[in-house]
């Protein structure tokens, strides 16, 4: 079906969202807690956009309303712009040590008074390390209580036989606000201290031996048996497919 | 009012309400005694039963004793009055001492089908309640139970059902308002099995016990809806929710079940039909957001109560992802009614919009707390005054917040306001689950909204952004107003917050949570300004913009805010004008409210 995204027809499949059919068209809706790799979780509501259908207009996320008709979707009005502010406003305050939220906040234009609630807080509690952690089938931590209570952590903010160490959780915040304390041979993560394997290339320390189980297991024969840090395979496979190119120019 | 004498019947059965009120206030030594006084024995002179109930609704006069077919009413009973009511059996002279006394007029009322607080009520949803024992489902059968659930099963098609509960006007009666008859037929449209049905009972709204009363007091109405229900979407388990505070419902719900069982009403092949059902109870784990479906269906499945975007209804894809129907307490009580008597007769009460009654708890500053049962679109002043019996102790109304945490609050030039849910909406409240809490003139409309505020901050699951942090800032902006420390922006950043989070909350909690904000904005506008501009509280409830006096030309000096205060801060002779030393006074606002001449006052 189609549907039309600020005035623009765009083709769009029963049951894709919003966002998506807008981003494979290139428009630009405002997001914090989503990612491709996770799908819409409805937690930011930055991606607010207006949906007309037939006579009836409304406000909806876009990262979890499910195309199901031909609607008419509008990304900027004054009411979605004034619905961000806030919501930018209202993370700012949460978590006015995040350098991130420091830059919306001055990129919406906010109101200069607003008093933080916790001047060391960096976390926007936008869950996309809890979705990395499930994805790597860790489940470690998650959120823990309601409302105002509401935080990220690993159960009874113990150290989780779960946690593999593998930082995933850190290197999706946006905000940089998990804290990995990490030097030449071990790894400090949500209270529990990893080992560190070593690459064969270049001598790095990059992961924990967990994670790299954990791989070996879900991969198999897939898995290539060396230990080697993702700058060095990188730079690896780079290598080889120039010579790869270079010998199929040479046997030409 | 002459004393007339007590029938004598060939039997009698004497009712003791054990609803959640009055066996807070000793009903169920009440019983006990009243139990082993009479029967087995003819002490009386003819054979005597004893019963326990739900709850009757008068809470206020409570524990409740019901004698028939005498049609006495006793109000207040204490075990100690048991021998006096045996003996009143004997000489046939009703104890007057016990009767109910009108709030307004002190006349006194040998029945209480004859007080004002029932004569205005119109029970459907509660109708058993308080007739019948709870425990017995034979005392469910004697007043037509199940009759609808065979009407159903013999006579009727599943589609004819839900045309029955479309054809009734039925709205959900959990906030939403939501037509229960459209709900069942794009839930039946679906074409996936198995199929759902669940009960809403995770009430949770502070001052609310309608659905407590319900699944108490009749749990077997409960019942036989989601049977009902359950044939005409063609599910094979249902669900209740109860929510964990509420032990007795779960108790008597569980009762309920098994004794459905032994007569054919659940289980495979109910009563000869192709109808396949069983119940089960879960209960709640003490989360006010649970009552949002989505949340609730998420804490079935064991996952955390969070809700989701409604964008594909539960009916579509609900428990574990299949189509259910969830409706709340009190709307599965009015479907037995709906097939039993028809819609048209249904139909007949209510509003164009809204059709049956509602229940209401009506709590707060009002003589007679309790649960009542109106048509719908009665107005607020006939609930509040004449069912309600006003506000007590000689204060003057000042508001009514109907709706519960994330209700509004209703002014008194709103008063004659005919109740149903679209007519709450337009007056910036809602229906909600039916919560009444009724506020005097010693309330301060910005502390009842910070109030709100505090309970659903606390309450929020913390998901969505709006919800969560929003109402961290709101509630943090009226503190400080009632701090004395608000500006006139204030109120706008309060609105501009307000609208983001009706329209980009996730879900209904977050989106109705301002209610109590923009309503008290709305109509006590004047109150906010004055905590702003003039540092003045004018209900003298806000500490630091408080302070009390004592008008000497009102003071009749007869001491008894002297004697009460509790850091001796009133001064003054006997029968000469008092007065308050402000530099002692801690504001508890102690001689203020027992003042009986209104000389205290706010400066």
Known sequence: MKIIINGTEIEAASGETILEVARRAGIKIPTLCYSEAFGGQGVCRLCMVEVKEGNRKRLVASCTYPVSSEVEVTTETPAIQEIRRNIVMLLYRRAPNSAYMQQLYLEYGCPGDVLPVDSEERCILCRLCVRACEKVEACAISTVSRGTDKHLGTPYDEASPDCIGCAACAEICPTKAIDVQQTADKRVIWHKEFDLVTCTVCGKRFSTPIFIERVQSKLGQLYDQELICPECKRKRTRKNMIAQQLGQVEGE | ?603
């Open chain 2, 1 to 603: 009012m002459s004393q007339q004498p007590v029938i004598n019947p060939d039997s009698r059965m004497i009712m003791v309400c054990c609803g959640t009120g009055c066996q807070a206030n000793g009903s169920m030594a009440v019983f006990q005694a009243l139990r082993q006084a009479l029967e087995n024995s003819n002490e009386t002179g003819v054979q005597t039963f004893t019963k326990s109930t739900g709850c009757n609704g008068l809470c206020e006069k409570g524990p409740l004793v019901k004698i028939l077919p005498d049609d006495i009413t006793y109000c207040q009973v204490q075990a100690v009055d048991v021998p006096e009511i045996v003996d009143s059996l004997k000489t046939g002279l009703p104890l007057e001492r016990l009767f109910y006394r009108d709030p307004v007029t002190r006349e006194k009322y040998r029945s209480h089908h004859q007080t004002n607080f029932y004569k205005k009520q119109k029970k459907i949803a509660l109708r058993n309640i308080g007739e019948i024992d709870p425990g017995s489902i034979q005392d469910y059968l004697d007043r037509s139970g199940y009759y609808a659930l065979r009407l159903a099963l013999q006579r009727m098609t599943p589609e004819q059902v839900c045309e029955e509960v479309l054809q009734s006007g039925l709205r959900g009666r959990g906030g939403g308002g939501f037509p229960t008859g459209l709900k069942w037929k794009s839930c039946a449209a679906v074409d996936s099995i198995p199929r759902y049905v669940i009960c809403n009972g995770d009430e949770g709204d502070p001052g609310a016990f309608m659905d407590r009363s319900v699944m108490e007091g009749d749990p077997h109405t409960v019942l036989e809806g989601m049977i009902i229900c359950a044939y005409a979407i063609g599910a094979s388990a249902g669900y209740i929710y109860v929510r964990d505070e509420y032990d007795l419902a779960g108790t008597n719900l569980t009762a309920a079940i098994e004794d459905a069982h032994k007569h054919g009403f659940l289980g495979e092949k109910i009563l000869g039909s192709d109808l396949s059902f069983d119940i089960r109870i879960v209960r709640g784990g003490g989360a006010f957001v649970c009552g949002e479906e989505t949340a609730l269906i998420a804490s079935i499945e064991g996952n955390v109560g969070e809700p989701r975007d409604k964008y594909i209804f539960p009916t579509e894809k609900g428990l574990w992802g299949q189509p259910t129907v969830i409706n709340n307490v009190e709307t599965w009580a009015n479907i037995p009614v709906i097939i039993g008597y028809g819609a048209e007769a249904f139909a007949s009460v209510g509003t164009k919009g809204s059709k049956g009654t509602k229940v209401f708890s009506l709590v707060g500053k009002v003589v007679n707390t309790g649960l009542v049962e109106v048509p719908m679109g009665t107005t607020l002043r006939e609930i509040i005054f004449d069912i309600g019996g006003g506000v007590p102790k000689g204060r003057s109304f000042k508001a009514v917040q109907t709706g519960g945490p994330s209700g509004g609050c209703i002014p008194e030039n709103l008063l004659d306001l005919e109740v149903d849910f679209d007519s709450l909406t337009a007056a910036g409240s809602m229906m909600g689950s039916g919560g009444l809490i009724v506020m005097d003139d010693r309330t301060c409309m910005v502390e009842v909204a910070s109030y709100y505020l505090n309970f659903l901050a606390g309450e929020s699951c913390g998901k969505c952004v709006p919800c969560r942090e929003g109402i961290s800032l709101m509630l943090a902006t009226l503190k400080r107003i009632c701090e004395g420390d608000g500006q006139e922006s204030d109120l706008v950043l309060l609105e501009s917050l307000s609208k983001t989070l009706q329209q980009a909350s996730l879900c209904a909690l977050g989106r109705t949570a301002s209610n109590p904000v923009l309503s008290t904005i709305k109509y006590f506008r004047e109150e906010y300004l004055e905590h702003i501009n003039k540092h003045r509280c004018p209900a003298g409830v806000c500490k630091d913009l408080t302070e009390f006096y004592i008008d000497a030309e009102v003071c009749t000096g007869c001491g008894l805010c002297r004697k009460n205060c509790p850091v001796e801060a009133v001064s003054g002779e006997k029968k000469q004008p008092h007065m308050i030393d402000a530099v002692k006074c801690i504001k508890c606002g102690d001689c203020i409210n027992r003042c009986r001449f209104q000389a205290v006052k706010v400066r």
